[in-house]
């Protein structure tokens, strides 16, 4: 089993700054790519960010330049430090985790999702 557990979010306002952290647990072999995806109301879940296991980056044109995502492979953990926040942010933010279980085993998981809510 394996679990994918985010903390960080919360209100803050416009212009603020937060980070996320997701920490994976259980039967890890490897992980390959980690990232954040975001859903608001109403709106279907986007990228938001993602980092390979060599540490590339991707991100949504909306939030280059503001956000930065990071990874401790030791810690099996990925981080979002999300600055210069902006109304339009607000939305259940999720980790996402393309791992192997085992050598031949591979899956995606998710996290139960943290809100984050920008709002003066």
């Known amino acids: 089993q394996v679990q994918l557990v985010e903390s960080g979010g919360g209100l803050v306002q416009p212009g603020g700054s937060l980070r996320l952290s997701c920490a994976a647990s259980?039967?890890?072999?490897?992980?390959?790519?980690l990232g954040w995806y975001r859903q608001a109301p109403g709106k279907q879940r986007e990228l938001v960010a993602a980092?390979?296991?060599?540490?590339?980056?991707n991100y949504a044109d909306s939030v280059k330049g503001r956000f930065t995502i990071s990874r401790d492979n030791a810690k099996n953990t990925v981080y979002l430090q999300m600055n210069s926040l902006k109304p339009e942010d607000t939305a259940v933010y999720y980790c996402?985790?393309?791992?192997?279980?085992?050598?031949?085993?591979?899956?995606?998981?998710w996290g139960q999702g943290t809100q984050v809510t920008v709002s003066s």
């Open positions: 996402n985790a393309d791992l192997f279980t085992s050598m031949t085993r591979w899956n995606i998981y």
């Open positions: 259980g039967s890890i072999f490897r992980i390959n790519a």
């Open positions: 980092i390979t296991s060599g540490g590339s980056t």
